[in-house]
């Protein structure tokens, strides 16, 4: 009896233990591991992903900048996959047997259950023929998505560019990115990616053992529909752009050019550039690198991020604060004897004797005499120590959007260089310094850096006598063509209105009196004011700046041109402004063909022969030649030509 009870416990146990370890391999199938259920659901429902269409982008006058284009992601499921032809797989998308063994492997060691990205964007033309053969590769379906085209191939420093999304975008989007999808990376694309994006659709499609789709999961009841991205509407003129970029060819330098009244950027020119279509499509990685090791710098935003001394153009802010301040009026007269004398031997030489000057002359002549003696006015005879004048003139030539970002909507924006008292009195060892110490700024030189879009953003206050919107490059947002609060505020630059009529009397004698230092830059018909600069460069030959509005009264353009290594401002920066103002307000160019085509030619790249400049005309530079050694008490020579 003894012995039957114990067989029987035995038993029972044997089978409770195997009720145990299938209840327990069940529970794991069905609760924990998600392995059997993905085999299942790919077998007969596949979650397909309806990628939106990206927003398109349409310059100011709603001409398309950015258009999308259909492509074809192949994607695998590593289970699923059958024995079948590789060697015509490989030749039916392109690829050889190395980079499928390659591809198959990085997508299995993802997830041999989950779907993900054997081979990017097939064409049009590679899918029509793949999609015939494709019920005989098992575990291979294809998924639509569109990408950029540019059909202007125009503003790829402006518009940026798309490309797959990092680890670290994925974790910064809260699951909203996962591997495979695009985000913006540059430009326009990235400031605007939450908006150009749109949100992802979802299909639950039933397919049979062939891999054949056979309808929608209950009749798409579970289905979600994709929302393309906003279009965006920017403040590019399209026209204008091509015409910069044509103009700015073998040239290294930059265009800006503003809409006074609004704040809008016209045309942003960064040179040399490249085709944004060449980050578009499966050489994307190799033009990129191609991009990024080219010595030039194709891939340098420089109208944003290029930091140059502005040269004779910062007089123009000079001569507004030291009005401002109370310290000249448009009667100040100075007599120019070929240079400003400054400290025991300190001497900033000028083009020639300008005799007696005045403030409208200093500007049309462009006399670093007259910005000596004002700049000393401002620091040494202000009323207070220097240091502390120095710190109100710095906060009052801050205003005018100098030092710091202006916050465009473009991302990577530099801030510029505008010296603070500490510098120098770190330098000096002393806050005892007085303006002789750095002097260099009166014309600026020294230790400024501005960036091309802030000469411009200047060139916008001056045209509005006072005041600037912050610069931006969209100008509406979607259908309803929403514009943001931030770009309709004012911004004040301190100075009162009264003072700008000297200064843009003088600016306008630059360009349209005969003695102007950019008489040759005259449009007919136009009253351009504007300010030439020859901007010293330790590295290499001076840059070429120009720096204007148009016309006088209502402007309706600002502008900044900067050509790296190539001379006076007067000689290319100006012509190159000078075209693009007249191509903007009159949608012509009245000057000759061989006055245009000189600069369309023009190569002025690093190491080219130069072309003679077309007529011998007066031009404007600050040279400051430093001694090693810098003490106030030793000569300085700084020169205009």
């Known amino acids: 009896m003894n012995s039957f009870f114990a067989r029987k416990f035995v038993i029972q146990g044997i089978f409770i233990v195997v009720a145990l370890i299938l209840l327990t391999r069940i529970f794991y199938i069905q609760v924990i591991s998600d392995k059997y259920l993905l085999s299942a659901n790919n077998n007969v429902l596949r979650k397909i992903l309806i990628y939106p269409a990206r927003g398109i982008i349409l310059d100011r006058n709603e001409k398309i900048l950015v258009q999308n284009e259909p492509v074809y992601d192949l994607m695998v499921i590593p289970r699923e996959v059958k024995p079948f032809d590789t060697l015509q797989f490989c030749k039916l998308i392109g690829i050889d047997k190395e980079g499928f063994d390659k591809r198959f492997k990085k997508a299995k060691n993802y997830s041999p259950y989950k779907a993900s990205i054997f081979e ?20 291979f379906f294809v998924q639509n998505r569109t990408v950029r085209r540019y059909p202007d191939s125009t503003a790829a420093a402006f518009l940026g560019y798309i490309g797959e999304v990092s680890e670290k975008a994925i974790e910064k989007s809260n699951g909203f990115y996962r591997q495979g999808d695009y985000i ?22 039933m397919v049979d053992a062939l891999n054949r789709p056979k309808g929608h999961f209950a009749d798409g009841k579970y289905d979600t529909l994709a929302v393309s991205g906003e279009r965006l509407i920017s403040s590019m003129d399209k026209d204008l752009q091509k015409f910069g970029e044509q103009l700015m060819n073998n040239k290294i330098g930059s265009i800006v050019a503003i809409e006074p009244s609004t704040g809008e950027i016209l045309s942003l020119v960064s040179s040399p550039g490249y085709d944004p279509n060449l980050m578009v499509g499966r050489q994307r990685g190799n033009n990129y690198m191609k991009l990024l090791n080219d010595p030039t710098k194709p891939m340098f935003i420089r109208p944003i991020q290029a930091e140059y001394p502005p040269g004779s153009i910062f007089k123009v802010i000079n001569a507004l604060v030291a009005q401002q301040l109370g310290l000249i009026s448009p009667q100040t007269t100075y007599y120019c004897p070929g240079g400003y004398r400054y400290g025991k031997r300190g001497f900033m030489g000028c083009t020639h004797v300008h005799g007696s000057v005045d403030l409208s002359k200093s500007i049309a002549e462009s006399c670093n005499t007259y910005y000596g003696y004002t700049y000393s006015l401002m620091i040494d005879r202000a009323g207070m120590r220097p240091v ?31 010296p603070t008292s500490d510098l120098y009195t770190k ?11 750095n002097i260099s700024l009166s014309i600026g030189q020294g230790e400024l850096g501005i960036t091309p879009l802030q000469m411009a953003n200047v060139m916008a206050i001056v045209a509005n006598r006072g005041y600037y919107f912050k610069p931006h490059l969209i100008q509406a947002i979607g259908e309803k063509k929403v514009i943001k609060a931030e770009y309709t505020k004012r911004n004040d630059a301190g100075i009162d209105p009264k003072y700008f009529d000297v200064v843009i009397q003088g600016m306008s004698e630059v360009v349209n009196s005969p003695s102007g230092t950019a008489i040759y830059s005259r449009i007919d018909g136009i009253e351009m004011c504007g300010k030439t600069g020859t901007v010293q460069n330790p590295h290499g030959a001076d840059h070429s700046v120009f720096v204007a509005f148009a016309p006088r009264d209502n402007p ?23 075209l693009m103002v007249e191509k903007y307000i009159t949608r012509n160019i009245s000057r000759p063909k061989a006055y245009v085509d000189r600069l369309l030619d023009a190569n002025l790249l690093p190491g080219s022969v130069k072309p003679k400049p077309a007529n011998k005309q007066k031009t404007d530079t600050n040279k400051v030649k430093t001694p090693v050694k810098l003490v106030p008490a030793t000569t300085t020579q700084v020169s205009t030509e």
């Open 556 to 578: 309706k353009i600002a502008i900044a041109v900067v050509v790296e290594n190539a001379g006076f401002g007067s000689t290319w920066s100006a012509p190159i402004a000078s």
């Open 427 to 437: 330098r000096w060892g002393s806050d005892k310094w007085r303006s002789s110490f």
């Open 184 to 205: 913006g990376i540059s430009g326009v694309e990235k400031s605007y990616e939450e908006l150009l994006r749109g949100q992802r659709g979802v299909q639950n499609l």
């Open 120 to 139: 990017k964007q097939l064409s049009a033309q590679t899918f029509a023929t793949f999609q015939e053969r494709l019920f005989e590769f098992t575990g």
């Open 388 to 418: 502390n004048a120095f710190n109100r003139w710095r906060g009052a030539v801050a205003k005018f959007g100098v030092g710091d970002r202006l916050n465009i909507d473009l991302p990577n924006e530099r801030k510029g260089l505008l």
